[in-house]
């Protein structure tokens, strides 16, 4: 198989991170006789200070071109100090999101029996949890109109949906919803918001349309303690984009950390994988940051744009393989965790390369 990806690493640890994930894919590109042809562009905090602008033409025009987009993290501490910054690293995501389609976030939270005790969560709570969130992607507060009054003492933010916005994502949720376990819960808050109301409205009508799965409708209120207080009970979560950056932000304690979840955005063409961790900058060249989201952001990758199950399996399998042998980093050791086995990023992303290498090929099922 012949594949262009782009490679993005954007900001702070991102810059660690996708080397990693990109050493992964030049190893599954060996071992399975696939052509990964590589290119790298700028986008975030780094293409301001280069160009001016958050999302260059040059990175946007490459972003097309590919078959797929391994992207870093994005984000600097400036930005967080000065909120009336007019030029800012996220209208350069937000923009790649828009102009490439991709309305779609995946979010899988999958739990490694290895990290139990990494989360701030009971154990007993945790163990099974296995939950696919789909995020809109492109709606909501984000796009929507914004003001700010001539004396600044007013601000608003316009919280819009399209119809079209709200079937086309639910209709792939409901989609996943019947390859697994055939369960779906649609959050909103429609005993408050219009937008909300016409979400809900939108999701009963497609689930007719799929009479196998169960269908739940929860407030975003409910669904953030119910996510924390019992997550099994979760398998599909749909959401819009406000709601869906929160609860994922917040399913992240059930990984132990953020440095463990990967995502995919996707739309009709071009798919963009990236963990959902930021950019860190407090950690950033210190050889500190967790590489296992964006390997295992590469398994989505694999898998959702590729094809390629087998493949996909083989790398977390790996990643599993490396946990089990207990390398953790910083951010997923706990006490009971003996100090040669935290690992810097480096190391940490060398020993899954060690993995593939005493591995034979995965059973995809």
């Given at each position: 198989?012949?594949?262009?990806?782009?490679?993005?690493?954007?900001?702070?640890?991102?810059?660690?991170?996708?080397?990693?994930?990109?050493?992964?894919?030049?190893?599954?590109?060996?071992?399975?006789?696939?052509?990964?042809?590589?290119?790298?562009?700028?986008?975030?905090?780094?293409?301001?200070?280069?160009?001016?602008?958050?999302?260059?033409?040059?990175?946007?025009?490459?972003?097309?071109?590919?078959?797929?987009?391994?992207?870093?993290?994005?984000?600097?501490?400036?930005?967080?100090?000065?909120?009336?910054?007019?030029?800012?690293?996220?209208?350069?995501?937000?923009?790649?999101?828009?102009?490439?389609?991709?309305?779609?976030?995946?979010?899988?939270?999958?739990?490694?029996?290895?990290?139990?005790?990494?989360?701030?969560?009971?154990?007993?709570?945790?163990?099974?949890?296995?939950?696919?969130?789909?995020?809109?992607?492109?709606?909501?507060?984000?796009?929507?109109?914004?003001?700010?009054?001539?004396?600044?003492?007013?601000?608003?933010?316009?919280?819009?949906?399209?119809?079209?916005?709200?079937?086309?994502?639910?209709?792939?949720?409901?989609?996943?919803?019947?390859?697994?376990?055939?369960?779906?819960?649609?959050?909103?808050?429609?005993?408050?918001?219009?937008?909300?109301?016409?979400?809900?409205?939108?999701?009963?009508?497609?689930?007719?349309?799929?009479?196998?799965?169960?269908?739940?409708?929860?407030?975003?209120?409910?669904?953030?303690?119910?996510?924390?207080?019992?997550?099994?009970?979760?398998?599909?979560?749909?959401?819009?984009?406000?709601?869906?950056?929160?609860?994922?932000?917040?399913?992240?304690?059930?990984?132990?950390?953020?440095?463990?979840?990967?995502?995919?955005?996707?739309?009709?063409?071009?798919?963009?994988?990236?963990?959902?961790?930021?950019?860190?900058?407090?950690?950033?060249?210190?050889?500190?940051?967790?590489?296992?989201?964006?390997?295992?952001?590469?398994?989505?990758?694999?898998?959702?744009?590729?094809?390629?199950?087998?493949?996909?399996?083989?790398?977390?399998?790996?990643?599993?393989?490396?946990?089990?042998?207990?390398?953790?980093?910083?951010?997923?050791?706990?006490?009971?965790?003996?100090?040669?086995?935290?690992?810097?990023?480096?190391?940490?992303?060398?020993?899954?390369?060690?993995?593939?290498?005493?591995k034979k090929n995965v059973v995809y099922s």
């Open positions: 198989m012949k594949k262009n990806i782009l490679i993005i690493p954007g900001d702070g640890i991102g810059q660690e991170v996708t080397t990693w994930g990109k050493k992964v894919l030049e190893k599954i590109s060996e071992k399975y006789g696939h052509d990964f042809a590589f290119d790298e562009a700028i986008m975030g905090h780094v293409a301001i200070e280069a160009t001016g602008n958050p999302l260059p033409d040059e990175t946007l025009e490459k972003a097309r071109k590919s078959d797929a987009i391994l992207f870093g993290a994005i984000g600097h501490a400036k930005y967080d100090n000065d909120p009336s910054a007019k030029v800012r690293p996220e209208q350069g995501l937000l923009k790649i999101r828009k102009e490439l389609g991709l309305y779609a976030n995946l979010r899988p939270i999958l739990l490694f029996d290895e990290l139990l005790n990494a989360s701030s969560l009971k154990p007993e709570i945790l163990k099974g949890t296995d939950i696919l969130f789909f995020r809109e992607l492109t709606g909501d507060v984000y796009f929507g109109e914004k003001h700010r009054s001539n004396d600044r003492n007013f601000a608003s933010d316009l919280m819009n949906y399209n119809r079209y916005e709200i079937e086309r994502i639910t209709i792939k949720a409901f989609e996943a919803a019947q390859r697994r376990s055939k369960r779906l819960c649609s959050v909103d808050k429609a005993n408050v918001l219009e937008t909300s109301r016409l979400w809900r409205e939108v999701v009963q009508e497609i689930a007719q349309q799929y009479p196998d799965v169960e269908t739940e409708h929860m407030f975003i209120d409910n669904a953030a303690m119910q996510l924390v207080k019992n997550p099994k009970k979760f398998d599909v979560v749909l959401t819009a984009n406000l709601f869906g950056d929160i609860l994922t932000d917040e399913a992240s304690q059930i990984a132990g950390s953020m440095g463990m979840l990967a995502s995919a955005s996707i739309g009709d063409g071009t798919g963009f994988f990236e963990p959902i961790h930021g950019s860190a900058h407090d950690i950033a060249g210190q050889n500190k940051a967790n590489p296992l989201a964006s390997i295992l952001s590469v398994a989505l990758m694999l898998e959702i744009s590729f094809g390629l199950k087998e493949e996909a399996a083989f790398v977390t399998k790996a990643v599993a393989d490396t946990l089990k042998a207990g390398f953790r980093t910083l951010d997923i050791a706990d006490n009971t965790t003996s100090p040669e086995l935290i690992l810097g990023t480096k190391e940490m992303g060398a020993k899954v390369l060690e993995a593939f290498a005493e």
